[in-house]
């Protein structure tokens, strides 16, 4: 295998690892309450701007 095809290997399952991490973080149900609690951040964001 070439350093390439390593490279691409190596890449794609460190994004799959990653994945699955992040899918177990905001499915349990633990962080539900933070998670939501950034639900509406940008339009929150857009009404703080708006009254300046």
Do not use: C
């Not at 070439?2 to 290997?9: K, P, Q, V, Y």
């Amino acid at each position: 295998m070439t350093a390439t095809d390593w490279f691409g290997l190596v890449f794609t399952v460190v994004i799959f690892v990653l994945m699955v991490v992040l899918y177990f973080w905001v499915l349990n149900p633990k962080n539900k309450d933070k998670i939501e609690s950034h639900r509406t951040m940008l339009q929150d964001d857009d009404d703080t701007n708006s009254e300046k």
